[in-house]
């Protein structure tokens, strides 16, 4: 008997052993390439000028100082609005990709995939090309058409800032709906109508109900994402004042290291809350 014990002991000392070996790389990877430096950028933050000491003066200054709450607020404010709006595109094209596309869903899956394999940076000089004072819609409104007498000033609008982020980000928000979708037992909606209700009302408290664990991750997708976006404000301008930009300010023109790390670390707990956010919304999914 203590030998059957002891085989089996030893088996599962050897799995183990095995199942260590081969996440060890990964853990490695994890820890040297993303623990690691988001612990020195949170340590630069706490550091005092001369780097001998401890400070909460940069954390004070973003949480209370009126101007940097006015730019967190502005951050989360923009990353809500893209939400928003990627939701109201999002889940009729989820909804049409699952229950309407028949045949046509792979072709709806490409285009909606398509534009995540072409690079961000040449996905937002398509707006600029087409919206630019000299750009395709410009020329074809004043020189071809005849409709304007002066171009339109699309570029460095807050408009096209958000609609440069809706296109980046609203792929991920049809995936999300999409996938929920496919998992709801049509027989419930058949169900609902066969009991006199008709199609408005059998969406609105069968289908939107249970495809709203998608619309919930999609959600936090698109923001956590939108939160951090830099590229797309930088390109297509808008006036917004977000913290990835003073990030980049702080790195590139103040030099000051320990407050776009201070600040990195504000970003990077909304993020974190985001992703508390989706673990919760999972595991009521996975309890319901």
Not at 36 to 41: A, I, K, R, S, V
Not at 64 to 83: A, I, K, M, N, Q
Not at 125 to 148: C, I, P, T
Request: charged fraction near 15%; glycine fraction near 10%.
């Amino acid at each position: 008997m203590a030998t059957a014990v002891d085989k089996t002991k030893s088996r599962l000392g050897a799995r183990g052993l095995r199942g260590l070996l081969l996440i060890g790389p990964a853990v490695l990877f994890l820890v040297a390439f993303f623990v690691l430096p988001l612990f020195d950028n949170a340590m630069r933050s706490f550091a005092t000028a001369d780097g001998q000491g401890f400070t909460l003066a940069r954390y004070v200054q973003l949480l209370t100082d009126r101007f940097y709450l006015g730019v967190t607020l502005e951050t989360v404010v923009l990353s809500t609005v893209v939400t928003l709006i990627c939701a109201a595109i999002g889940y009729p094209v989820a909804y049409f990709l699952v229950r309407k596309a028949g045949r046509w869903s792979g072709l709806v899956i490409f285009l909606l995939i398509a534009p995540l394999l072409t690079s961000i940076i040449m996905r937002t000089f398509g707006w600029q090309v087409l919206f630019a004072r000299r750009g395709l819609v410009n020329n074809l409104l004043v020189q071809e058409l005849g409709w304007l007498e002066r171009p339109l000033q699309i570029m460095n609008t807050p408009a096209i800032a958000i609609i440069g982020l809706v296109h980046v980000l609203v792929p991920f928000m049809v995936l999300s709906i999409a996938t929920v979708l496919q998992g709801i037992d049509r027989r419930l909606e058949e169900s609902a109508q066969i009991l006199g209700a008709g199609r408005w009302r059998t969406f609105r408290e069968v289908t939107l109900p249970l495809s709203a664990d998608g619309i919930g991750t999609g959600a936090i997708l698109v923001f956590m994402i939108a939160n951090g976006s830099f590229v797309t404000l930088v390109l297509l301008g808008g006036g917004f004042q977000t913290l990835p930009l003073f990030i980049y300010q702080q790195f590139n023109t103040t030099r000051d290291f320990s407050m776009a790390s201070a600040m990195s670390t504000v970003l990077l707990v909304i993020a974190l809350a985001c992703l508390y956010l989706q673990l919760r919304l999972v595991r009521r999914q996975g309890g319901s």
